[in-house]
């Protein structure tokens, strides 16, 4: 059954469905490209670890807290003769957490591996807080490599995160966008091939580039979204009587509720 949705399902976007989202489409991603590498190539997953504090409060229960009890006060006598219980002191820890998020190497497989172009699906802990520094800090690792990079963000909520620079963006595209993917091929130093994506629209068909000599291959993320829905437990966990998060605006649920409407 797919999404009521012409292209991304607005729904999807918050934490408690998102996880299984990334992780679903991470595997159909990988696995469309290893049907269609050529020889030489491979699409291997392997994962990012990012130590989340307290403070992401974008993240739904990534906080630890321990609490540690005191001695207990002495009490202390009052003028009449009774007993004054003093407060003890109560101290509370919080602690980073460590989150592992997948992501997808695209890599050579004959001699000595190299890593040819990396694929990321962006989460709500790429776009926010210590999780989104950590991120920017690998994405400017790939960007000086010889690495291509290509990054796919369907979240609304958060920070701009994907390569290209959003205030330039905003100034060459005079369109509006909700979702973005971003590709940075090696070697082309500030050059950037974008496809901004409105709510209404279908999601775009992109390239994965390969070593010089070789085609891009082409990646149709709309079919893949549709597989990543109907594969995955969406139809039976999303409740679409309730608002989405983050929240649409009033024309845009207007829109989905005529996409909703049965039939």
Same mark, same amino acid.
């Given at each position: 059954m797919p999404s009521p949705f012409p292209g991304m399902d607005p729904w999807l976007e918050s934490p408690e469905h998102w996880?299984?989202?990334h992780q679903i489409l !991470?595997?159909? !991603? #990988?696995?469309?490209?290893?049907?269609? %590498? @050529? +020889? /030489?190539?491979?699409?291997?997953?392997?994962?990012?670890?990012y130590l989340i504090s307290p403070d992401d409060r974008f993240l739904p229960d =990534? *906080? !630890?807290?321990?609490?540690?009890?005191? $001695?207990?006060? @002495?009490?202390?006598?009052? *003028?009449?003769? /009774? %007993?004054? =219980? $003093?407060?003890?002191p109560f101290e509370i820890i919080e602690e980073a957490e460590e989150v592992r998020e997948p992501f997808i190497k695209v890599v050579t497989t004959q001699g000595k591996r190299h890593v040819v172009t990396v694929i990321e699906v962006l989460s709500p802990i790429n776009k926010t807080g210590a999780g989104r520094e950590q991120y920017r800090k690998k994405q400017l690792d790939i960007l000086e490599? $010889?690495?291509?990079? %290509?990054?796919i963000d369907f979240l609304r909520g958060g920070q701009h995160t994907v390569a290209v620079d959003q205030t330039s963006l905003i100034a060459q595209y005079r369109g509006f966008w909700n979702y973005l993917v971003c590709l940075h091929r #090696? /070697?082309?130093?500030?050059?950037?091939t974008c496809w901004p994506i409105a709510l209404a629209d279908l999601l775009p068909i992109v390239f994965v580039p390969l070593t010089v000599g070789s085609n891009d291959i082409v990646l149709d993320l709309g079919a893949l979204f549709i597989r990543c829905y109907d594969e995955g437990p969406f139809r039976r966990t999303v409740d679409?009587?309730?608002? @989405?998060? @983050?929240?649409?605006?009033?024309? +845009?649920?207007?829109? *989905?509720? +005529?996409?909703?409407k049965p039939g």
């Open positions: 996880h299984n989202v !991470i595997t159909l !991603i #990988a696995s469309e490209l290893n049907r269609t %590498l @050529p +020889e /030489g190539f491979a699409a291997t997953i392997d994962e990012n670890v =990534v *906080a !630890i807290l321990r609490t540690n009890n005191f $001695a207990t006060a @002495p009490n202390l006598p009052t *003028a009449s003769g /009774g %007993l004054l =219980v $003093a407060t003890a490599s $010889a690495a291509h990079l %290509l990054e #090696a /070697g082309v130093g500030s050059r950037y679409y009587s309730q608002p @989405p998060a @983050p929240r649409l605006k009033p024309s +845009e649920m207007t829109w *989905a509720a +005529e996409w909703l």
